[in-house]
């Protein structure tokens, strides 16, 4: 039987519905072999699906920054992030497929080794590359099924969001960058792998010799803007941006530097509990064990808790923080931390290794925001965020504008599968602030350290064994490695 998509038209409501009507209900298909046609034609049965697709606003949701929440179908190769799971109500990720066919992504500004889309830079389909990311992200985004069914995390797609909210995006930008007064200041703090710049990128800049201030000001900007698109989708979705790891933190508290002229207060908060990171996990326990009277209490005490925060002075805040912690969060965190010793976490293989991390958050409780002209276009945009989480809480006296994992010491790059990309010509030097900019111009360019999610790279040839030897004309291989003639492949592919 060959591997070619089955077309069946019912109605859906996620991503996952459109690979299943098109694949068979275990969405098993061998993108490897499916011809070039039909993976298109896949595409536009996916852009049908999201010119009609509706995203209801979430609730006391979490979008997971930084690579988690952009790349959900590498969910289960991280414990730090399955756990993170348990700990919020509900996850809105983004839809990697309908953003992968959708033609919006071509208006933005992107960087060059970013994940390419459908369409090459001429126009033409991007046939391999398509086949490889398929193949790579589908399985994944399936697996996270028993998440979708119980409503614990919902697939979005980004990308048109992404194009209509440009300007905004634009204005935070600027908000951000007025705080950065001083790009060495962050250079001391970050590497460059720390930085992400697209959904697959960090770091991998490009830099000349010379001007290594303006070089490396213009390399945290794209930074600030891939930040910058998750958080304003966070806000568009309904959801409050999570900062997982530590430049990502660093941005959040920019954003609350940016509120400071506006006299919103932000109090940055964190739990001093430590909560365990959990081996073992994967999608279907996480659905299973959501809920319990551990981890479905344990969120519902921590949101009453950032919710009612008063509006007083930093010791009163944080004295009502600990007593809160104490009388309630702590005993859950000690409960879950025992069940996974030798209760029925650990009777379904889940286990406690001792990593743990800490759950902080930016809270306004304070708001004085001007009515007219008195704040910048830039710090408006944030208002506006921030008004609008304070009127989804309705009875709630302050507003959650982000929160953070803190105190795991792990890196992106490490929690999801991605290949290191050394500094060229040489390795980055520890704590060298410029990192690796010549300080004389040249001819010659040097690309700092970074990592890169390959999932689009096509991989060889794949070789029908029953081929003939012919390499031209109608029925030679098809150059998109799919191992078929390309007469029966990519023959009818603009």
Known sequence: MNPVIKRMFVIVVSIIDVVENYAGRDGRVDFSRVP???????GEEVRRYFD???????????????WPSANPFYVESSDLILTSLLYARHVVVRDPISDWFSADQYYLERPMAGRPGYLSEDGRANVAETRAFLGNAVPGLLALKPLVERGIVSIVPAAALHRREDAQVRDLIAAIMEQITDPYAVTSRFSPADVAT???????????????????????EHGVRYFAREFMFASQTGATYCAPFPFEEFLCDRVGAGLAPAEARVAQLLIASDVPIFHGLNAKVVAAVHDDDNFGEFRRQLYETYGELPAAPPQERTTYLRDR??????????AARRDADRGALSRIGVRYGGD??????????????????????ATTTIIEMVKRKLEAGQNQTSATVWTTLARHGRRAARELPAR???????????????????????????????????????????????????????????????????????????
């Open 198 to 220: 697209a959904d697959n990128l960090r770091g991998t800049f490009v830099f000349a010799g010379g001007d290594r201030e303006t070089q490396l000001r213009a390399a945290i």
């Open 36 to 42: 070039g046609t039909e993976l298109m034609a896949f």
């Open 325 to 334: 912690e104490d009388a309630t969060l702590r005993p859950l965190v000690d």
């Open 356 to 377: 743990a991390f800490a759950l902080g958050a930016g809270i306004v409780a304070e708001t004085m925001f001007p009515t007219g002209g008195a704040a910048a276009v």
């Open 52 to 66: 009609a697709a509706v995203a209801a606003p979430a609730r006391e949701a979490t979008y997971l920054g930084g």
């Open 420 to 494: 290191d990309q050394p500094a060229i010509p040489g390795p980055d030097q520890p704590g060298d602030r410029n990192w690796g900019i010549p300080a004389e111009a040249g001819m010659n360019v040097v690309v700092s350290s970074g990592s890169m999610l390959v999932d689009f790279v096509p991989g060889g040839p794949s070789v029908d064994g029953n081929a003939s030897t012919y390499q031209e004309g109608p029925y030679r291989p098809c150059a998109c490695a799919s191992g078929r003639k390309y007469k029966f492949c990519c023959a009818g592919v603009a």
